[in-house]
């Protein structure tokens, strides 16, 4: 019989020997590693998912949502006296030149926007509840109308068009 340390083919593992009180050298395994063998992998998956949700509200995140700046451009305004204009706005609400809302495309309705006037800084909120301005107007770089009043909070009437950058509130 060879020795531990001898050299071997490695083709046949040296075998135990009973009389000298020799272990087997070769190692063999079972399979069976009871439930956490098939559930372990399962299981750690399970408890790292729920510590994250549970440590998710406690993180400090900045709110991206109030300080994305999502357009830059001109911004016009239209009045009920405009030709054209409809007596209902794209989401069915009665057209009213005297409220703080806005026509804009690819913003769902109601959503509200802070409008600031890049020229003097002044800023007013306002509701999408309408669509537009006219495409051939946005190939040109507007990209929303507000009311008669909103635009009149943050500039001149009589500029008819300004600078503006939009942000999400």
């Known amino acids: 019989m060879k020795e531990w340390g001898a050299k071997s083919t490695g083709l046949n593992p040296p075998k135990a020997d009973k009389a000298a009180g020799l272990p087997n050298p070769v190692k063999t395994y079972s ?8 559930f ?9 998912i729920l510590v994250i949700s549970l440590l998710m509200p406690l993180i400090p995140a900045q709110d991206v949502a109030s300080s994305a700046i999502i357009y830059k451009g ?30 804009m495309w690819d913003v769902p309705f109601n959503t509200n926007l802070m409008v600031t ?14 669509r537009g301005p ?15 009043h909103a635009f009149s909070q943050i500039a001149d ?3 008819g068009l300004i600078k503006v950058k939009i942000e999400i509130i």
């Open 134 to 148: 006219a495409k051939r107007l946005v190939q040109k770089g507007r990209i929303i109308d507000l009311t008669q």
């Open 157 to 159: 009437l009589t500029q």
């Open 117 to 130: 006037n890049l020229e003097n800084g002044k800023s007013i909120l306002v509701r999408v509840n309408d």
């Open 74 to 103: 001109i911004a016009s305004w239209y009045s009920e006296n405009d030709p054209g204009i409809l007596k209902t706005t794209a989401n069915m609400e009665i057209f009213d030149d005297s409220s703080l809302t806005c026509a």
């Open 31 to 38: 399979f069976k590693r009871g439930i956490g063998f098939l």
């Open 40 to 48: 372990g992998g399962f299981m750690k998956k399970i408890a790292l």
